[in-house]
């Protein structure tokens, strides 16, 4: 086991997907698969195990990549300090699968122009570990109303610090098409005759006819936009990207959810957070 296969590891954990992360690492995944048996071997446990949505961690697994982590980013330090021609500093942070995510990595690229931008995508409870690791500097997190009191636990365990900065309800989205866009009342009894569009845990509760589950968010306007009878629920899209797909949304009683800054510990304001702070907040209050 070499730090190649931690990163490889690592890769699948953050994206949840043997697939996926082949396709980020520029390898087959027949290879990567054999990789993570390899080293599943060596160590004696399980690290993943697969399900209809992708691949998870193991308890032992989590432990595992946890400290799989931790010894990348003690790497990436050393490697900091004794490459002395690198010209650019990296600053990681954390977000959620949103639709505000591509335009706050533009928007820092060009405001931080010496730095190398590391965008990591993660769900709260995985921001909460990277932030506490020091694997990143910040975080932005999305959080379900219903799992406020779960995430404020998690993280004064940690010793970090929330900021929200706007709350919001979840939309029902359909194609312009679907027989559900031009229904006054939508009722569980009409979404259970159709397909339930997820790329994660937040309509889970919701009536439908059989699930389609994807890995990214960005794939689902598109999904919507050829597969008529189905809906997603999540957070709402902007208007362009509804008039692009040809989608539109609806209000429908569901969970809303809270968008914060997560602090780590001894948090002290340099360049980079202070962007990232402010151009956060303008995006997601303003648009």
Do not use: W
């Not at 900091?80 to 959620?96: G, T």
Request: glycine share 4%; charged share 25%; net charge negative.
């Amino acid at each position: 086991m070499n730090l190649q296969h931690l990163k490889y590891m690592t890769e699948v954990e953050r994206t949840g997907s043997v697939t996926k992360a082949a396709a980020n690492l520029f390898m087959g995944q027949p290879n990567l698969s054999k990789a993570i048996k390899e080293v599943e071997t060596e160590i004696g446990i399980t690290v993943f195990r697969r399900s209809a949505k992708g691949v998870y961690p193991t308890p032992e697994g989590a432990e595992f990549l946890v400290r799989a982590a931790a010894v990348l980013a003690e790497m990436e330090k050393l490697e900091a300090v004794y490459k002395q021609d690198s010209v650019s500093e990296r600053f990681s942070f954390c977000v959620p699968k949103a639709e505000y995510v591509p335009k706050l990595a533009a928007e820092l690229a060009k405001k931080l122009p010496d730095a190398d931008i590391e965008c990591i995508t993660a769900d709260f409870s995985a921001a909460v570990s990277r932030l506490s690791d020091g694997i990143c500097s910040i975080a932005a997190v999305r959080c379900p109303k219903s799992s406020s009191d779960f995430f404020a636990a998690l993280a004064n365990e940690k010793k970090l610090r929330t900021e929200p900065i706007a709350s919001s309800e979840y939309v029902l989205i359909t194609s312009e098409k679907s027989s559900l866009a031009h229904m006054e009342n939508v009722t569980p009894t009409v979404l259970a005759s159709l397909a339930r569009i997820s790329y994660n845990d937040v309509s889970s509760e919701l009536p439908c006819s059989r699930n389609v589950m994807l890995d990214d968010i960005s794939d689902c306007p598109e999904l919507l936009s050829e597969l008529y009878d189905s809906y997603m629920v999540s957070a709402p899209l902007s208007d362009d990207k509804l008039d692009r797909y040809g989608l539109v949304s609806k209000k429908y009683p569901a969970s809303g959810y809270t968008d914060y800054i997560l602090y780590p510990q001894g948090y002290k304001p340099d360049e980079y957070t202070n962007e990232f702070v402010n151009t956060l907040k303008r995006i997601i209050t303003n648009g």
